[in-house]
């Protein structure tokens, strides 16, 4: 059985996952606009993926209509069942505990932000110019298929998340646009953190926390976790700027 993960070293709900789960992790640990912290389940959920699924459903919602619009644009019922997936299958094989209330709430938030997040991001980039092109996708393409080590590995992939080589590249395309992006309007591969940022985030860690090792021993790890919170914080305020400047509806 897992041990539980202390509060502060839970994630925030940022999913670390493969680019066919969702997006690439770079975009992903973009585009939630909040921190939820899960508790991680000390026994394994007996539940399967699909009543998780049923859970989170929500009856209220017009199984026809959109589950939000972002300026006009609509976004699916089938997207956000198709989400919901992804993030359900990914957070049950780290062990988190699916039945869980404060959780299955978690989780819808966290798939109705990233459809609209990445929607408002394609669309600014749209309005940039920004596109991509048939041998930038090809070679994302070839990346996933070198990834999965053949392609019939990479059709029952997709098969069992419901999807398809078009939808695939599709989603591609959108990753490889978000990313396009943010990276032109925020600029956050430029982002750095200092040697005073890293040792005052140590002294404050080795307070409370005596097990750690020495500063050096600690510091790529330190580096890598305020450099990553940076980053996030770069384009999170992009985003909260698109939205702030956008006509965004939730409907579920």
């Known amino acids: 059985m897992p041990a539980p993960v202390p509060k502060e ?57 959109p589950i939000a619009t972002v300026n006009g644009v609509a976004i699916s019922r089938a997207d956000y069942q198709k989400t919901l997936k992804k993030l359900t299958g990914q957070l049950s ?15 819808r938030q966290q798939a109705i932000a990233t459809l609209v997040n990445t929607e408002l991001i394609v669309q600014d980039a749209r309005e940039h110019g920004r596109s991509v092109s048939s041998a930038e996708l090809t070679a994302a393409y070839g990346d996933v298929l070198e990834e999965m080590g053949s392609e019939e590995v990479l059709f029952l992939t997709l098969q069992d998340a419901g999807s398809n080589e078009k939808e695939l590249r599709a989603e591609l395309e ?43 021993a600690e510091k790529p790890e330190l580096r890598a976790k305020l450099l990553a919170d940076k980053r996030q914080q770069a384009v999170s305020d992009f985003i909260q700027t698109l939205r702030s400047e956008a006509e965004v509806e939730i409907h579920i």
């Open 93 to 107: 094989r780290d062990g988190y505990d699916l039945s869980n209330t404060k959780i299955v709430a978690q989780v």
């Open 9 to 65: 070293d839970q994630p925030n709900f940022i999913i670390r996952h493969k680019r066919l789960i969702i997006l690439v992790l770079l975009i992903t640990g973009f585009l939630f606009g909040g921190n939820y912290y899960l508790t991680r389940s000390t026994e394994k959920s007996p539940r399967s993926t699909a009543s998780v699924l049923d859970s989170l459903e929500d009856s209220t919602v017009d199984e026809n209509g």
């Open 174 to 216: 959108r990753e490889l646009l978000v990313k396009k992006h943010l990276e032109a309007m925020t600029d956050y591969k430029s982002i750095t953190v200092s040697e005073e940022e890293i040792r005052a985030y140590f002294d404050v860690l080795i307070i409370n926390n005596t097990d750690l090792a020495s500063y050096e």
